[in-house]
């Protein structure tokens, strides 16, 4: 089956600019502009940057506004033909000072796969993704992912273990994640947040779905590897619940 390239692109710019112009009278002396120490300490935030926030252990759920989750697959060795998921949960028991404690499971709906294509008037492409050669979500619509082992690698870097289910077939994958910080608490958000970044593979004839694997030694097909990435914030405990000890400092 020949799949064309299709991506999802998804980007987002904001620019704000503010000009304040100020001119003092001619018969007036020229203003001071050393700012007294005060003042510039209180122009300070009062959360401490996303990389050092402590954060509380506890229950965590997936906010769906702030997570996606694509997938690549090489296209005839010429491209990297890329999807996603647009439904998907998981809950996080996270423990920041215990991180061998902290589970994950997740599930992914996989009637909700999005290609982008072009002309779907011409061919349903995720309807045939889905269909009895591919995902048969009809037999199998639900994905699931669960920890077995979470392993620090780095400062903030992670091994994350688990087992998935796909195809109704349960096999073990890796992920490799990035702990991008978080916050105990905000003025704007009382509860507690986290955000993650990870990556990783799978053989997709593991699962049993070999549709389109290129013939050894060549690449006339759709690969058996799929990469996969993942990007996604947690909501947490509410400030309050919060140890004292990790609770974000407020200003003087």
């Known amino acids: 089956m020949n799949i064309r390239p299709a991506s999802g692109i998804r980007s987002l710019l904001c620019v704000t600019i503010v ?33 050092t926030a402590a954060v509380p252990a506890g229950s965590y759920t997936l906010d769906k506004a702030h ?20 439904r998907f949960d998981a809950q996080l028991q996270f423990d920041p000072k215990n991180l061998a404690a ?8 996989a009637k909700t796969l999005e290609t982008d294509y072009p002309d779907p008037a011409t061919l349903d492409f995720n309807a045939q993704l889905q269909g009895p050669e591919w995902l048969d979500t ?5 994905m699931t992912f669960k920890t077995t082992k979470v392993t620090a690698t ?18 073990p994958v890796s992920l490799d994640a990035t702990f991008n910080g978080g916050y105990a608490g905000h003025p ?12 990783g593979s799978l053989k997709r004839s593991d699962f049993g779905i070999a549709m389109g694997i290129p013939a050894p030694g060549t690449t ?16 947490g ?3 309050a619940a919060a140890d004292t000890s990790t609770a974000t400092p407020k200003s003087e």
């Open 154 to 171: 780095g400062s903030n870097a992670m091994r994350i273990d688990g087992d998935l289910t796909l195809h109704g077939v349960t096999h």
């Open 102 to 109: 902290s589970t994950l499971t997740a599930t992914v709906d």
């Open 19 to 51: 000009a304040v112009l100020a001119g003092c009278s001619p018969k007036e002396p020229a203003a001071d502009h050393t700012a007294p120490a005060a003042t510039a300490s209180t122009s300070t935030t009062a959360v401490p940057p996303a990389s």
């Open 188 to 199: 704007m958000d009382p509860h507690a947040r986290i955000g993650f970044s990870a990556h």
């Open 237 to 239: 405990p509410p400030l």
């Open 67 to 86: 997570a996606s989750l694509i997938f690549r697959v090489n296209h005839l060795g010429f491209s990297n033909f890329t999807a996603r998921f647009r």
């Open 220 to 235: 006339m097909g759709v690969s058996d590897k799929v990469d996969i990435a993942i990007e996604c914030e947690f909501s």
């Open 138 to 142: 009809a037999k199998f619509p639900e």
